[in-house]
């Protein structure tokens, strides 16, 4: 069995920043975000070095589900429709309409 090492140093350089997050977003990422623990900045000449002991990656995949909710008048309507039988005004008109053969 392999043993791993948990503390890896991950690097992304400019020019390869844009191909990432593409990478990221076309293989169906719809949300993304990086949790940064005991984060350290430092400044260099043209560049600014992040460094932090823990970060977490966190992505959300696929889209956002759309919900429809019901008019409550159309639910008190619906119940005062209500005849006798349990059957609404519209489906006994279907039923009266509706061609038998």
């Known amino acids: 069995m392999k043993e791993t090492n948990l503390d ?12 990432y997050f593409s990478t990221v977003f076309e ?8 949790i940064l ?12 070095t992040v ?15 759309f919900t429809k909710a019901q008019d409550p008048q159309v639910l008190d ?3 005062k429709n209500i005849t006798r039988m349990g059957l609404t005004n519209f489906t006994l008109n279907y039923l009266r309409v509706r061609p038998m053969g």
Not at 27 to 34: C, P
């Open 8 to 19: 890896q140093v991950e690097a992304i350089g400019r020019t390869l920043i844009p191909r």
């Open 27 to 34: 293989g169906g990422v719809t949300d993304l975000y990086y």
């Open 37 to 48: 623990k005991h984060s350290k900045e430092s400044y260099h000449n043209s560049s600014i």
């Open 51 to 65: 460094d932090c002991d823990q970060c977490a990656m966190v992505t959300q995949h696929g889209k956002p589900m």
């Open 77 to 79: 309507q619906l119940s």
